[in-house]
């Protein structure tokens, strides 16, 4: 299994301003994903963090936008930028161990833009 | 592209009584299915996954590939069962696609 440790657990920040999200898991793992889970919505995929090269970016998400980190297999962080209200969610780290196929997450952060 | 739905966003039910959490799918060869829970202020984890065919906490879910779902059962609703649970599909080399999740109130 993998734990995650993920922060902060919840911030309120102003329009135009960028908050970025640490993701810390106890073992190597190859594949770290964030996700972003709107209200009343679900998952929905941002991108891969690939270690010592860029993410990989789903549909819908660009790296102006959504810059990540991967500086080692167990750390990785998301910046969410220039926000606006519509960025307001749950940002959720997720990690996968290759063996299991299983998805571990984070207890996700919550976002609100003033 | 390959498509998860949960048809209901609430479920309701009273104690003891089953329960069914349907999840259909889109994809026409050989995924892998899951079913994710998460409870009340904790976070989103694995309940059970269809290539393992077991029960965990009561539940099972059988894949179906002629109707393509993976309908989530239990026989008696518990209380602490009330939760959001996400159907999760997986094909070879690709991501994991959630539903929409459906939220289960299990009443006393």
């Known amino acids: 299994s993998a734990v995650i440790s993920q922060k902060p657990s919840r911030d309120i920040c102003q329009r135009g301003t960028s908050l970025t999200i640490q993701c810390q898991v106890d073992?190597?793992?190859?594949?770290m994903f964030w996700y972003r889970q709107q209200p009343g919505q679900s998952l929905t995929l941002i991108a891969t963090?690939?270690?010592?090269?860029?993410?990989?970016?789903e549909s819908g998400f660009v790296i102006d936008k959504f810059p990540i980190s991967r500086p080692n297999l167990t750390f990785s962080t998301l910046t969410v930028s220039n926000l606006s209200p519509e960025d307001s969610s749950i940002y959720l780290c997720?990690?996968?161990?290759?063996?299991?196929?299983?998805?571990?997450f984070g207890q996700g952060t919550r976002l609100t833009v003033v | 592209a390959q498509r998860v739905t949960q048809p209901e966003k609430l479920l309701s039910v009273f104690k003891g009584a089953p329960v069914e959490l349907k999840c259909n799918y889109s994809y026409s060869g050989s995924p892998e299915l899951f079913w994710y829970v998460q409870y009340s202020r904790q976070r989103l984890q694995l309940l059970l996954r269809?290539?393992s065919r077991e029960s965990i906490k009561g539940f099972t879910a059988d894949l179906n590939k002629g109707e393509t779902s993976f309908h989530l059962k239990k026989p008696f609703a518990q209380e602490e069962d009330s939760a959001m649970y996400y159907c999760?599909?997986?094909?070879?080399?690709?991501?994991?696609?959630f539903g929409g999740g459906t939220r289960l109130m299990v009443k006393p």
């Open positions: 999760a599909l997986r094909i070879p080399g690709n991501m994991l696609t």
């Open positions: 963090a690939n270690q010592g090269s860029e993410a990989t970016y």
């Open positions: 269809h290539i």
């Open positions: 997720s990690v996968e161990v290759q063996w299991s196929a299983e998805a571990f």
């Open positions: 073992s190597q793992v190859t594949m």
